[in-house]
């Protein structure tokens, strides 16, 4: 019998979430919300559409591996040179080619917890030791529970070639502001390498989170990593890209490469959008209005939900994460829980949050009245 390596035996299998149709057939709705991936609700752009069909035509041929044309235009966008880029399947394809680049056996991954449930697995799979800072818990009534930069500095050592952050951060939607991260970044060896990842950068509102491609300026051992999955709305066709001060950062990262992966369309698309930036602003825009008022909602019912600062809310409810979630889901709503932690929710179309409300509103009635 043949044995996968130890690591990748100890791996959790993956879990997908429950697609919405199937759970809107078995409990016999029209439609259920899905509110669990943080996917933006709105259609592809029409110039995305435009661009993946004029594309189609070219896919008997292979991808650019070298994704000139997106890698330039992203170079443009962000002011940086295209040596500073380097694109991938998705920020989370970014994030293993890191780890295969920057992590030997015996190295270690550092980074916040809880955060993006991707980090712990780059750590196994690449035979390095994961370093867990939890974040600061939050208090009732005040902040959520964000990240302790000082800690995790303190926590990096000679072994650490590696550091995340998830800025704002996935799941508790809460971010850390200019002067504490500028504190974090002078305070990080020059041969560790931060990755700040802004996969929700385009939902900031606070003045104060800064933009890190702006911080990166001056530091060779800082890179972003961004996502075209969220706010640009193309997480079916998977393309993120990963923005470096040091050229050999990036080249490192492509060299790591899954050659081929970004594919035609993907790269027909991720140019489209960002010809469309002004639409993806306003859907933006529309995106933090409903994130207020579904913060606002949450609090007028006694929850204590902090401010996000990304397309997803986050309730602390503790042990009730999973019966709260089975509870929604019952009344066809997907949320996605963190057992014994809390509950993420996407922020969805104003009319998927009010199926949310009242499906909250209703659990939480049962379960008063049981118990
Ligand atoms: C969604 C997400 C990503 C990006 O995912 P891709 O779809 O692979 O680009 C990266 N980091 C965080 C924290 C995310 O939540």
């Not at 590696?162 to 800025?167: D, S, T």
């Not at 939480?364 to 118990?371: E, H, K, Q, S």
């Amino acid at each position: 019998m043949v044995t996968a390596r130890p690591a990748v035996e100890g791996l959790p299998a993956y879990r997908p979430g429950r697609n919405p149709a199937d759970l809107a057939r078995e409990i016999g709705v029209d439609r259920a919300v899905k509110l669990a991936s943080n996917e933006v609700a709105f259609p592809p752009l029409s110039a995305v559409v435009a661009a993946v069909a004029a594309a189609a035509g070219e896919t008997n041929r292979y991808p650019d591996n070298g994704a000139v044309v997106l890698t330039a235009a992203l170079a443009e966008r962000y002011g940086v040179d295209p040596e500073q880029v380097a694109t991938g399947c998705g920020a989370v394809t970014l994030c293993q080619e890191l780890a295969q680049a920057y992590n030997d056996p015996g190295t270690s991954l550092a980074f916040a917890w809880r955060s993006f449930e991707m980090y712990p697995l780059l750590a196994r799979v690449a035979g390095a030791r994961a370093v867990q800072v939890p974040l600061t818990p939050g208090r009732p009534g005040g902040p959520a529970d964000t990240h302790d930069l000082p800690a995790l500095a303190a926590a990096i050592d000679e072994s650490t070639r590696l550091v995340l952050v998830c800025n704002p951060n996935n799941p508790t939607g809460t971010a850390v502001r200019r002067g504490e991260l500028v504190d974090f970044l002078d305070a990080v060896p020059a041969d560790t390498l931060v990755v700040l990842d802004e996969a929700y950068r385009e939902f900031v509102t606070d003045p104060d989170v800064p933009d890190g491609i702006e911080l990166m300026r001056g530091r060779p051992n800082v890179a972003v990593l961004r996502t075209f999955s969220k706010a640009w709305g193309l997480a079916g066709l998977r393309v993120g890209y990963l923005l470096a001060e040091d050229p050999a950062v990036a080249a490192a990262v492509r060299k790591t490469h899954v050659p081929f992966s970004v594919s035609t369309l993907a790269q027909a698309a991720a140019v489209a959008a960002l010809a469309s930036e002004d639409e993806v602003r306003s859907r933006c825009a529309a995106v933090v209005a409903e994130r207020e008022r579904l913060t606002g909602a949450l609090r007028e019912r006694g929850l204590d939900v902090a401010d996000s600062q990304a397309n997803f809310v986050w309730l602390p409810v503790g042990e009730q994460a999973a019966p709260l979630a089975a509870a929604l889901e019952a009344r066809a709503v997907i949320t996605r829980p963190f057992a014994g932690e809390g509950i993420r929710v996407t922020v969805g179309t104003p009319e998927e949050d009010d199926v949310f409300l009242a499906a909250l509103d209703d659990a939480r009635r049962d379960a008063d009245l049981r118990g």
